[in-house]
């Protein structure tokens, strides 16, 4: 599926919103429990870091965004990502895509580590980044209980993923 990558839009967010959704739902995305509002989407992430790719009728089929690691200066050119594909569009390489892109525009505005953390039952994801050029870091045993979803009430792993750029 080809897609064209562009900045997410204000507008974008009822699409945005609902990708970011079915990813919680599924409980294998994220430890958030429910979507942020799209004012605290905003200002949580880097500008110029928050990408949409849209199918030829404009739709939005995905999104990544990046965040910073940390407020320390040392860590200043380290960002963590998430991407998400809306389920209908899976396998098509949109994430793939995405992450190409939130790679390069990461490196013009002088970023140089990409990481994240991904649940190991995450399978789908793993392989997209892999695919994408992220190398495995680092496994984190127990590092957070859910208290929500399909997993409530267990302790889960998260595998440290990283790109350098």
Same mark, same amino acid.
Do not use: C
């Given at each position: ?12 967010? #009822? ?11 599924? /409980?294998? #995305? ?28 404009? %739709? ?16 200043? /050119? ?9 389920? /209908?569009?899976? /396998? ?10 939130? %790679? ?22 793993? %392989? ?38």
């Amino acid at each position: 599926m080809s897609a064209e990558i562009r900045e997410m839009i204000p507008s974008d967010w #009822a699409a945005v919103e609902r990708i970011y959704a079915a990813g919680i739902e599924g /409980g294998n #995305a994220t430890f958030t429990i429910s979507t942020p509002s799209m004012e605290d989407f905003f200002a949580g992430r880097i500008p110029g870091l928050n990408l949409v790719a849209t199918s030829a009728d404009g %739709a939005v089929q995905g999104w990544a965004a990046a965040t910073p690691t940390s407020t320390r200066e040392v860590y200043q /050119g380290v960002i963590e990502h998430s991407v998400y594909v809306n389920p /209908g569009a899976a /396998g098509r390489g949109i994430g793939l895509i995405l992450l190409q892109a939130l %790679a390069e525009r990461a490196r013009e505005l002088g970023y140089w580590s990409i990481q994240s953390s991904i649940f190991p039952e995450n399978s789908p994801s793993l %392989a997209l980044h892999d695919k994408a050029g992220f190398r495995r870091i680092g496994h984190r045993e127990r590092i957070a209980h859910m208290d929500y979803g399909p997993h409530a009430g267990t302790w889960r792993d998260t595998i440290l993923v990283e790109q350098r750029l």
